[in-house]
């Protein structure tokens, strides 16, 4: 039967270790609250110690979040009194609280850290646990730097604290340095040792990725026995992270024959929880990365979208919608295939295009393509549009295009007083205008387009990054919107990044008017 393998979230305690990403109280209860809607099983959520405000949010966490018996509240201690109080003075309202303590193991961390011997830092733990094992039952130890320690130190020290009542063993690899297989092997042999003397303890591991292995290692030790699994969103964390929740989920369900192992994550909350941590802590997700980056479920090549579009297990083991995003995404490009093209048409219901004629609208596609970068659905619609006007004798009513944005003007004034902007955006035959204020230029802007084109957009995500180098950078403005609870992803560059502000904005727009309004009654290009 398949294994359970427990979840323990550290997004709020090493993930918030990440320079700069230090979230405020009312931001870690957000995160908190997602975590809960992932469906973690336990949740770290700071370091109380550390400060009054990291002390006051874990309580709070423990007391809004941890008020229901189906997740597990803890913050970590060192194996000091002090530590171990504030932990239990703000975990302890929580239905299921835990203290979780951590504590050197290797002759690094016991000789040049402590400058102790190795008994006096194992006695040091278990007096840490047994005194935590008085404020609440359950206790997690953690021996830090396990990967780089004397193994039957290790676990002389694990069999120890384990009689002293610690009811989950985490073994940390702390500075990346462990390979799967030598990883996989110390967990077997720390498991086999550990059900033998009480296999009501969890066996548990938290790898760093400093070599680019964290989410291997933690794969390696479920393989080889592990019962606990402690990641971050995003896999954010000290120096290079943590192994990525979303990795080690999905690897489980997509290897279940493999791995013959599930988490009880609600993988459809995946894509939120990593918007919402990249965004509140201002880290942006590489686009690249594995499940969460923007480009993990975008096929660009023309042979890859040819593939897909015939079986799509060709190029496709993960399926978008099971994070939570949108179904695949083929997104067209000059090195889209003719297949890709025709197909996107299709899906839009601009059929009836004969063979000759989709030659003349790719060769345009192409065309826009190369100056472009991506084109839009409400491209393709102004394409045929422009194709029929170009041939058909008969007046052409622009069906298409008078349903589309389209940036006119725009101004805005940055400064301390009223940041403002006008903006001039034409549908049709028709010109609006709109000037507002707002609390700084982006919002002032976006409250004017929301103005013109009428449309009561949510702004989720804004992120702006330079595509090439110098002062004449080209800007990539990304957006995500929210519109009668559907998401919209849109993008544009520029050299002006004010204008790809505005204009993805009115991308988004249009891909809006493209699902809410042509897809119901869409006049048939024929008689265009
Ligand atoms: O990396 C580490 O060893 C830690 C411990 C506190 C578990 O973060
Ligand atoms: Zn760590």
Known sequence: MSKKIWLFDTTLRDGEQVPGAKLNLYEKLEVAHQLKKLQVDIIEAGFPASSEGDFNAVK????????????????????????????????????????????????????????????????????????????MPQVQYSTEDASRSDFEYLWKTIEAVMKAGATMINVPDTVGYAVPEEFGEMIAKLND??????????????????????????????????????????????????????????????????????????????????????????????VNKAITGDNAFAHSSGIHQDGLLK?????????PTEVGLDDMELVLTARSGRHAVKNALEKLSIGNIENEQFE??????????????????????????????????????????????QLEDIQVISNQILPSASVRVRKGEESFKAATVGSGSIDALYSALQQVTEFEVKLMEYKISSVTRGKEALGKVKLIVEFEGETYIAKASDTDVIKASALAYINAINSIVVDKFLSIPKPAPATV
Not at 61 to 83: E, F, S
Not at 364 to 386: G, Q, R
């Open 60 to 135: 709070q966490i423990a007391q809004k979040v941890g008020n229901t018996d189906d997740i597990m509240i803890t913050a970590l201690a060192r194996a000091v009194k002090g530590d171990i109080d504030s932990v239990y003075n703000a975990v302890k309202y929580a239905e299921n609280p835990m203290i979780h303590m951590v504590l050197g193991t290797s002759d690094i961390h016991v000789e040049k850290k402590f400058s102790k011997s190795k008994d006096q830092i194992l006695q040091i733990g278990v007096d840490a646990v047994k005194y935590a094992k008085t404020l």
């Open 193 to 286: 040792r550990m059900k033998n003397l009480d296999d009501s303890v969890l066996l548990s591991v938290h790898c760093h990725n400093d070599l680019g292995m964290a989410t291997a290692n933690t794969l390696a030790a479920i393989k080889n026995g592990a019962d606990k699994v402690e990641c971050t969103i995003n896999g954010i964390g000290e120096r290079a992270g943590n192994a990525a929740l979303e990795e080690v989920v999905i690897a489980l369900s997509t290897r279940s024959n493999y791995f013959d192992a599930h988490t009880n994550i609600n993988k459809k909350e995946i894509m939120n929880t990593s918007r919402i941590v990249s965004t509140l802590m201002g880290l942006d997700v590489q």
């Open 311 to 319: 079986s799509r297990d060709a190029y496709e083991i993960v399926s």
């Open 360 to 405: 003349v609208i790719f060769e345009d596609f192409l065309k826009l393509a190369d100056t472009k970068k991506e084109v839009y659905n409400h491209d393709l619609f102004i394409l045929v549009e422009n194709f029929f006007a170009k041939t058909s004798k008969e007046a052409n009513a622009k069906i298409y295009s008078d349903q589309f944005y």
